[in-house]
């Protein structure tokens, strides 16, 4: 099956600094990746939708300049946070969908095993 | 607005049968997905239902009404590992995924 994977897995880092998360797709090529966020016991929250080779698509309330997205080839996604703040503090988790050209909808999403981020 | 409703907690007994639901209102429907999440880990894909019915897979299966926007997953005879949340999600008119906020489910020896 697809693979998706995360680095780092764990972080922990200072308020101020900024903290690069990467998503690879391993084993196919994802024109499209999604960036998730999940507090303690809640829903996964979508923060936006990285495509290949243009700008990422942000969800309402999602800061852009907060949370940058660069999404450089077909199998690497990354999400930078930016001046990292503790309520920053969350379990990040990117999705890839393998779609073939002009294919707008495949309902396999593979998750990678996450990010937990610690900002003290 | 969108919504997708599932209950908070569930608990049930080993060797046992339960029924997971979820009822949503969203705009559009292309597909209602079933994701298992264990505590600190990514979810993981169980089920996706498009057409009305019931959809066995092993000991796990999902059923959809969509003229009642609502979906189940049944889980059989239950094991210890099947301790987890469990994710109802739907695929709106834009493929864009709404996500319930999870039902955790304990199971008891």
């Known amino acids: 099956g697809a693979v998706v994977s995360q680095h780092p897995s764990r972080v922990i880092c200072k308020s101020g600094t900024s903290v690069k998360i990467e998503c690879r797709s391993l084993?196919?090529?994802?024109?499209?990746m999604f960036w998730y966020r999940q507090f303690p016991k809640q829903s996964l929250m979508l923060m936006a939708t990285?495509?290949?080779?243009?700008?990422?698509?942000?969800e309402q309330g999602v800061e852009k300049d907060k949370f940058l997205i660069n999404h450089a080839s077909l199998t690497l996604s990354t999400l930078t946070v930016t001046s990292a703040h503790p309520e920053d503090s969350s379990f990040y988790i990117c999705?890839?969908?393998?779609?073939?050209?002009?294919?707008?909808?495949?309902?396999?999403?593979?998750f990678g095993p996450g990010t937990r981020l610690t900002v003290t | 607005g969108q919504n997708i409703d599932q209950p908070t907690e569930m608990t049930a007994t080993e060797g046992a049968i339960v029924q997971i639901n979820c009822t949503y209102q969203t705009s559009g429907f292309n597909g209602l997905f079933w994701y298992q999440q264990h505590a600190g880990e990514a979810p993981t894909f169980l089920s996706y239902n498009v057409l009305d019915g019931l959809e066995e897979k092993g000991r796990f299966s999902s059923f959809l009404s969509r003229s009642k926007g609502y979906s189940y997953l049944l889980l059989k005879e239950l094991q210890m590992k099947d301790s987890a949340s469990y994710l109802c999600a739907v695929m709106d008119s834009n493929y864009q995924l709404i996500w319930g906020a999870g039902t955790k489910l304990i199971i008891k020896p």
């Open positions: 084993d196919f090529q994802a024109t499209t």
């Open positions: 999705s890839a969908t393998p779609l073939e050209a002009g294919q707008s909808f495949s309902y396999e999403q593979y």
């Open positions: 990285s495509n290949e080779g243009s700008k990422a698509t942000y």
